[in-house]
């Protein structure tokens, strides 16, 4: 609302149209317009503006916002302007935080950059370690870069000689999440010996249909009892039912 009328702000296409009405919204101290999320969109949209835009906002905060907002209001402002100005500084144009994290561990990593921009992401926009990590983890296992996801999420216990999930995430739910995305067989198998609990890790395997990692732990405890009733569980003519009566056989 503005001056106490609806209006569109899709309305507000070129630069000219844009700048007229953050004059104007300046000019009488609008704060219902200047606040509003539709204008921040607006802006974050026209990547070929958006430096001149940002910098017509950032002088109405200087001189004035101090005036208009609540203790909130503020707040407000002062991130959409902080996500702005990352836009700018990065020449993108995403609707929140977490499609601009999306879109950059894509791009960055694709052309080998690193991590650096994404955690400076995390850091300036105080992101969830759970939410960043399920992002993160989604975007590697999209991207199939499986040896980067495990470097990425697994770490050595050098006390007790194991891997271990390096994430705020629960074990189950994050291995959980990897499997939706189908990996490859020996990812899957890492990200379980990272459980910890044996009797937990053979319970999700089974629930995912990882026959070869029960297989294998059966036969390094020795334990034929276990194997062979573990055929039950598989159907006939399944590549892992040969490995368990090879096991059985030696």
Known sequence: MFLGEHFLLNMYRTLEDKLLLLDSALDIGDGNVILTKDIYYLLSKDI????????????????????????????????NMSFIEFQVKN???????????????????????????????????????????????????????????LTTFTKTVWVIKKRALKSTMKPPLFIVGVGRHNPPKHVMEQFLLCMGDASKSLYLAEKLKMHSYIINYYIEQKDKTSLLKYTEKIEPGDEAMVAIHSALNN
């Open 91 to 149: 020449r993108s144009n995403y609707n929140s935080v977490i499609d601009q994290l999306i879109d950059l561990s894509k791009t960055e990593w694709q052309k080998g950059n690193g991590d650096e921009i994404t955690s400076q992401l995390r850091r300036q926009f105080k992101l969830d370690d759970i939410q960043y990590d399920w992002i993160i983890m989604s975007v590697l296992c999209k991207l199939k870069y499986w040896d980067k996801l």
């Open 48 to 79: 070929t503006n958006q430096e001149v835009l940002y910098k017509k906002l950032e002088q109405f905060n200087v001189h004035h916002a101090q005036n208009l907002y609540s203790v909130e209001d503020k707040m407000e402002v002062e991130e």
